[in-house]
């Protein structure tokens, strides 16, 4: 139903910024909320930012002040620009975009991952 295609990540020193994208297409079923999260080794997945159709914003408290998420409802894609990268950030970011019929059922969606090594 949906299928998403990311791209941005890499290596990047200490201090440096990234900036992420995410298309995501969809079948039949309208897209609502798109977000990011991350996984790093040995730590559960967490919420990066999120960001719903209107414009309504969630961050992760550890990236505020440093990340921006922003998405193009037009084009069903989603940004994350990070950046002052700490090491800490080093992760496999995950697209995800919850998405159905209705905005009162939907599914969530992910796409494979994309590696982010902050490192000098």
Same mark, same amino acid.
């Given at each position: 139903q949906v299928q998403l295609v990311e791209s941005g990540g890499g290596l990047v020193q200490p201090g440096g910024s990234l900036r992420l994208s995410c298309a995501a297409s969809a079948n039949t079923f309208n897209i &609502?909320?798109?977000?990011? &999260? /991350? *996984?790093a080794p040995g730590k559960q997945r967490e919420l990066v930012a999120r960001i719903t159709t209107g414009g309504r914003l969630d961050y992760l408290d550890s990236v505020k002040g440093r990340f921006t998420i922003s998405r193009d409802n037009a084009k069903n894609t989603v940004y994350l620009q990070m950046n002052s990268l700490k090491p800490e950030d080093t992760a496999v970011y995950y697209c995800s975009t919850d998405a159905g019929t209705s905005p009162f *059922?939907? &599914? /969530?969606y992910w796409g494979q991952g994309t590696q982010v090594t902050v490192s000098s």
């Amino acid at each position: 139903q949906v299928q998403l295609v990311e791209s941005g990540g890499g290596l990047v020193q200490p201090g440096g910024s990234l900036r992420l994208s995410c298309a995501a297409s969809a079948n039949t079923f309208n897209i &609502y909320i798109m977000g990011w &999260y /991350r *996984q790093a080794p040995g730590k559960q997945r967490e919420l990066v930012a999120r960001i719903t159709t209107g414009g309504r914003l969630d961050y992760l408290d550890s990236v505020k002040g440093r990340f921006t998420i922003s998405r193009d409802n037009a084009k069903n894609t989603v940004y994350l620009q990070m950046n002052s990268l700490k090491p800490e950030d080093t992760a496999v970011y995950y697209c995800s975009t919850d998405a159905g019929t209705s905005p009162f *059922q939907t &599914y /969530r969606y992910w796409g494979q991952g994309t590696q982010v090594t902050v490192s000098s």
